[in-house]
Every structure is written in C-alpha cells, then in structure tokens.
C-alpha cells in the first residue's frame, strides 16, 4: 500500500521559516516524481513545486521563487520544501503528491496526472 504523509506544518510569523518533510512508503523515488501543491481557505489547489522527468529541473509557483526550495533525499524516501521569508498568503494545507516516472514532461503536470496524494499539513503564517 502506497502511503504519502506531509509533516512539519505549523504557526509562524510572517519572514519566518518552515521546512516540510513528505515521506513515502510503499513508492520508490526512482519510480515516481514528486510534487508539492497548496490548499488556502476558500480556494483550488494549486501546484506549489514540482521536478520534471524529461530533464530533472524543478519547477516553482511564481510566487514562491526565491523563497521555496524543493529538495530529495533518495536514501531517506523523503522530500522537503524548505520554505523562507513566509507571507500571510502563504497560509494553507500542504500535501505531496507523486506522478509515474515512466510519463515525461516539461513542465509541472497536471494535478490529474498524479498517482497517489499524501495528507496534507496546515501552514499558518500570522502578520
């Protein structure tokens, strides 16, 4: 059984700090791409990160750029998103999900096109 869990979600101050951890059980990493999406209050999910299998870049929401970085560690089965310099408007629910490596693409793929979607965890950045 494939089981995806996002942690490490919390109450921080606005410019402060979070990393979030998705850990995997079930899925290899070398089979499967990982990708970070968003849920506010009130709104659609939106894809956060994601890396692309055709060249292994990843990818960024704009509104993140330069404040998000979306790392793996293979060993360990887990990815990260360190996130800096949070914004109120970064408050949400944040899960990872993961997409068949077999299926190559540019850029992020669409949310339909992922496997398999982990529990997501609340961020709350206070002002």
Same mark, same amino acid.
């Given at each position: 059984?494939?089981?995806?869990?996002?942690?490490?979600?919390?109450? #921080?101050?606005?410019?402060?700090?979070?990393?979030?951890?998705?850990?995997?059980?079930?899925?290899?990493?070398?089979?499967?791409?990982?990708?970070?999406?968003?849920?506010?209050?009130?709104?659609?999910?939106?894809? #956060?990160?994601?890396?692309?299998?055709?060249?292994?870049?990843?990818?960024?929401?704009?509104? #993140?750029?330069?404040?998000?970085?979306?790392?793996?560690?293979?060993?360990?089965?887990?990815?990260?998103?360190?996130?800096?310099?949070?914004?109120?408007?970064?408050?949400? #629910?944040?899960?990872?999900?993961?997409?068949?490596?077999?299926?190559?693409?540019?850029?992020?793929?669409?949310?339909?096109?992922?496997?398999?979607?982990?529990?997501?965890?609340?961020?709350?950045?206070?002002?």
């Amino acid at each position: 059984e494939v089981q995806l869990q996002a942690s490490g979600g919390g109450l #921080v101050q606005t410019g402060g700090s979070l990393r979030l951890s998705c850990t995997a059980s079930g899925l290899d990493f070398g089979d499967y791409k990982i990708g970070w999406f968003r849920q506010a209050p009130g709104k659609e999910r939106e894809g #956060v990160s994601c890396i692309t299998n055709s060249d292994g870049s990843t990818h960024y929401l704009d509104s #993140v750029k330069g404040r998000f970085t979306f790392s793996i560690d293979r060993a360990q089965n887990t990815a990260y998103l360190q996130m800096n310099m949070l914004k109120p408007e970064d408050t949400a #629910v944040y899960s990872c999900a993961a997409y068949d490596d077999d299926f190559y693409y540019d850029n992020c793929p669409q949310q339909s096109k992922y496997d398999y979607w982990g529990r997501g965890t609340l961020v709350t950045v206070s002002s």
